[in-house]
Every structure is written in C-alpha cells, then in structure tokens.
C-alpha cells in the first residue's frame, strides 16, 4: 500500500508545470517630441510625466522661455497618451539627456535616463540646458526615474 501511495505521489508532483519565472520588462516603444540644449537657458534638474493638457501647456511653456521652440507645445491625445520629460541643470556648456527607455516594472513606470554634463576639460562661452522630451502611450503607474551618469566630450 505505501509503494502504490509513492507513486500516486509521484506522478501528482511530476505533472504540474514548474513555476514560471516572472516576465522581464518589455520596453515601451516612445517617439522623441524634442532633444537639444538650449543655449543659455537656466533652470534646475526636471524629471516629470505630464498627463493632462494644462500641466503640458505650463511645462511646455516654462521649457521654451529663451529658446526658439514654437509657442504651442506638440499636439498630444491625453485620452490616449503622455509625455516625459527630463532637463539637466544649466550646464557649463556641451551636455545631453537622453531618455534611454520606459517600462511597466513592479508597478511601476521605470524611465531610464542618462545624464552627461561636460567633461572636466571643457571651456566654453555659452551654458545651456539639456533637454529630452518624449511622447508615448498613456500609462497610469507611478513613475520611477533610474538615472546613469556619463559625460559628454568637448571635441
């Protein structure tokens, strides 16, 4: 009798699937609204996601003052979609931000960026601030800022 319960044990243990390991995040594919410097501009580091057309116009028009972008920000469906943003400090000169990639982990909105002011070397005339912004489909998740320093060269 307990050899027949062994193998009725057995075979119950050896017929369930094992576990699945939980799914990496999958990027969400983003279109570039705009990426640049603006000469001369000031202004602290911003990281925000903005979902709604009031804090578009306000976040839009604050990122413009002293360059040449348009007066109306870009056309965005928030039915539908969002934008993030993210701006360096003002910086001694060449520098860039670069939104690397958005994705749904643990609950959250992952937006990795990486951030490279000048090099140690670098003399320049002009400051600027960088600026990256993206738009992309509507997610209602917290969001996460993950952020990589690098450098950019003077040459």
Known sequence: MSRLLSVVLLAAACSHAPSQAPAAAAALPFETVVQRSI????????????????????TWGSLREGSDLP??????DF????VILAAMET???VSRVTI?????????LVVDLL???????CVCITSERPIHVIRLERVDLPERFEVERGV????
């Open 91 to 93: 910086q001694s000169c």
């Open 100 to 108: 690397r990639s958005v994705t749904r982990a643990d609950g959250a």
């Open 71 to 76: 007066a109306e920000p870009p056309t965005v």
């Open 79 to 82: 039915a539908r979609e969002m």
């Open 39 to 58: 000469p001369g501009q000031s202004g602290p580091t911003r990281r925000e996601v903005v979902r709604d057309q009031a804090a578009w116009q306000a």
């Open 115 to 121: 951030e490279a002011p000048p090099a140690p070397n």
């Open 152 to 155: 950019t060269s003077c040459g």
